[in-house]
């Protein structure tokens, strides 16, 4: 949280997305990105994690997942999960997510340059002068042209430098996106 | 890599670790580490990322996986994987990780505050003059107070504020590490 005044919400988003061949469809939620994200974003102090699916089993599925770990077996096995997954909402649409963050800056985020993308220092900057952010994460193959023109903005993409290869799973991203806007660098 | 001349390796540490109670353990392999770990490496230019455990029907879980993605169905299916994961190599110890490296300096990671504990800029400054490094993660529940003494230092613990929460997974750790000594932040 350093001492940003605003706040920072993270959605990771299902649909629509691409996938491997650039058609639009809507991939299946997973365990493991349910907890890395919690637990990174409870570690950044990330106000809100929106897990975006329209797929009613899946929605339904992210519910037992966390009813698992928040009042099953996991609770009592691992309370830091529990309090990760406190972050964590479930939501059908983009649409959904905006009303629930309320009024707020939305960012796209994904590995190619794009025009006039936002620098990461930047976007620091801001939220630490209090504006507030939902930055949008796709899964599979990155979020559609048609969220990026959605969005107020979009990050520039992580770069790790000129080795030729950007593939970083959205799990990793996201952790290295929370430690760019809050981290403590020391 | 910037313009690092130092070389980065990694090791993913499934011996001798910690379970929940403190116990010295064994952790199992997953697929998901070795991918994560394997494209975030890939994507920062690391030079090779050990896989260390002493367990023989996990190194060959790893052979196996590598194979699927190298050789088999994997290879044509998506060949960012493939690619990714030409810079793991697996190691039955760390001994062995240290003595295919190199000559390098060697620093542990955790999530705990260390006496001594190296800043990452520094690092980051040392990597770039031209030293070069392994660095150590642990699964589980981190590695133990033995591989901490033998390494040559430890890094400052990941820290995203004053959250009262640090629990970030080791595939979030990684890729926040690779970025803070590698990443381009702009």
Redesign the interface.
Known sequence: ??SSKGRLDIALVHYPVYN?NRQEIASAVTN?DL??LA??A????VGTVYIVTPIVDQQELVAEIMGHWQDGYGATY?Q?RK??LTVVKVCSDLAQARELAGPLTVLATGAKEREGSL???DVRERLREGESFLILFGTAWGLTREVFAECEGAL?P??????G?????V??????S???L?????
């Open positions: 949280m350093v491997k493991l907890h890395d637990r990174a409870r570690t950044y102090g691992n830091d309090e990760a620098a990461w220092p520039a992580i770069s790790g430098g000129d080795t290869y950007n593939h970083l799973s799990r990793s991203a996201v952790a290295i929370l430690d760019r809050l981290g403590q660098h020391n």
